[in-house]
């Protein structure tokens, strides 16, 4: 991989946002740190405590003490995933700059295959995704059910030729990722499909690419068991990204004659 050896700057920035995680986070960071030091020399992981009601950000701050490479992040009160994603991207400095979950049910590895991709496709942005035909996935039947609605969704609100937007990893260049990160205004899970919206009319190149998903976790003993709300919130922040994005066009056209960045 890259080397960036001549400016000290990190190759690879890996932002994870972690919530209540504090019996996991410790080892996941630092698994994250060995895995990541087998194919790229420079990389930083900045951890985003999203206001976790547990020993959540105590837990970041041990593995950044024994982790030169861990950077802890973050804030009191919880605001979503999305808001600590882009907590996170405003604080990376590499040249690449990936989203990981931290429960890590991805393995930091297909980083590796992400970078060979982006590199020989020229691509802007990798993302995993479940619908591809080589994905292996553990995955329960009514999750499988919810992210095909919500691509149908998706198909009809923004056309985007991508099957999976909401797959905790993702790989971007910097220089795509910045300046899209300062438009998101989405704090909860349909903040990918906000950047990947601003990325589709910016002209980026995104590809899709195969995971391994092993859905390990008990919803309902670990608190996190999707519900109803949860669900009926994510289709509201699509569909004012949608009403968010056609009020931008219309006025970036009355402005300057339709051209547009994002």
């Known amino acids: 991989m890259d080397n960036c050896s001549t400016n000290k700057l990190p190759t690879l920035s890996v932002v994870m946002p972690a919530y209540n995680e504090g019996g996991h986070?410790?080892?996941?960071l630092l698994l994250t740190s060995r895995t990541l030091s087998g194919f790229v020399k420079q990389y930083e992981i900045i951890a985003v405590n999203d206001g976790?009601?547990?020993n959540t950000a105590g837990e970041i701050q041990r593995a950044a003490a024994a982790d030169s490479h861990i950077l802890p992040a973050g804030y009191s009160s919880n605001k979503g995933k999305g808001y600590a994603i882009v907590t996170g991207v405003?604080?990376?400095s590499g040249k690449y700059?990936?989203?990981?979950?931290?429960?890590?049910?991805l393995n930091p590895k297909l980083l590796y295959s992400f970078l060979k991709q982006?590199?020989?496709y020229q691509a802007d942005i990798v993302i995993g995704s479940k619908q591809h035909p080589r994905s292996k996935l553990n995955y329960p039947p009514i999750r499988k059910f919810m992210s095909y609605g919500y691509y149908l969704m998706l198909v009809l609100l923004f056309h985007l030729k991508l099957h999976d937007t909401q797959t905790g990893i993702?790989?971007?260049?910097?220089?795509?990722?910045?300046?899209?990160?300062?438009k998101v205004v989405t704090n909860g899970y349909a903040f990918d499909i906000e950047i990947l919206a601003y990325a589709n009319r910016?002209?980026?190149k995104i590809l899709e690419a195969p995971i391994e998903?092993?859905?390990s976790r008990n919803d309902q003993k670990e608190g996190r068991r999707i519900r109803l709300k949860d669900i009926l919130q994510v289709f509201k922040d699509t569909l004012m990204i949608k009403f968010r994005m056609i009020k931008n066009k219309t006025e970036t056209s009355r402005l300057y004659g339709g051209k547009h960045e994002l």
Not at 97 to 105: G, K
Not at 171 to 179: C, E, G, H, T, Y
Request: hydrophobic letters at 45%; one cysteine or more.
């Open 25 to 28: 986070i410790y080892d996941n």
């Open 52 to 54: 976790s009601l547990d």
């Open 90 to 92: 405003r604080q990376a």
């Open 97 to 105: 700059i990936a989203f990981l979950d931290s429960d890590l049910e």
């Open 118 to 120: 982006m590199k020989k």
């Open 170 to 182: 993702k790989l971007f260049r910097a220089s795509v990722i910045k300046p899209i990160a300062e």
């Open 202 to 204: 910016m002209g980026c």
């Open 213 to 215: 998903l092993n859905y």
